[in-house]
C-alpha cells in the first residue's frame, strides 16, 4: 500500500482559500487514482473530489464543485486540492486517499490507503 502525508490544512475566514497538498510514498503513484475526502464529528467520512490515475478526469461532489480543484503530479508524487470560496461548512478534517487501479473514481469503498488528515477551520 501507498503512504500518504497531507498538508496545507488551517484556519481561513468564509470567501478564503487554502490549498491541500498530499504525498505519496512506497508505490508506483500513476496506478492509483486519488480521493479527498472530509469528516466531521459524528459524521461518515465522504469523497468530495477523486481524479483518475493520469490525472485526465475528475470528479467532485455537487457542494464543492466550481469551488474546488483536485490535480496531481505524478512526477512528484503528489495530489492536491485548490480550495476557494470556502464556506464554514467546509469546515472539516480532510483526508487524501488512494485507490490501485480504480476506475470508478467517485466510488469511495474502492479506495484503501488513507492519509493522517488536516484538519480545515472555516470561520464565518
Known amino acids: 500500500q501507498v503512504q500518504l502525508v497531507e498538508s496545507g490544512g488551517g484556519l481561513v475566514q468564509a470567501g478564503g482559500s487554502l490549498r491541500l497538498s498530499c504525498a505519496a510514498s512506497g508505490g508506483t503513484f500513476s496506478n492509483y487514482a486519488m480521493g479527498w475526502f472530509r469528516q466531521t464529528p459524528g459524521k461518515e467520512r465522504d469523497i468530495v473530489a477523486a481524479i483518475t490515475q493520469s490525472g485526465g478526469e475528475t470528479w467532485y461532489e455537487t457542494s464543492v464543485k466550481g469551488r474546488f480543484t483536485i490535480s496531481r503530479v505524478n512526477a512528484k508524487n503528489t495530489v492536491y486540492l485548490q480550495m476557494n470560496s470556502l464556506l464554514p461548512e467546509d469546515t472539516a478534517v480532510y483526508y487524501c486517499?488512494?485507490?490501485?487501479?480504480?476506475?470508478?473514481?467517485?466510488?469511495?469503498?474502492?479506495?484503501?490507503?488513507w492519509g493522517q488528515g488536516t484538519q480545515v477551520t472555516v470561520s464565518s
Open positions: 486517499a488512494a485507490g490501485f487501479g480504480v476506475v470508478n473514481i467517485w466510488v469511495s469503498t474502492l479506495y484503501d490507503s
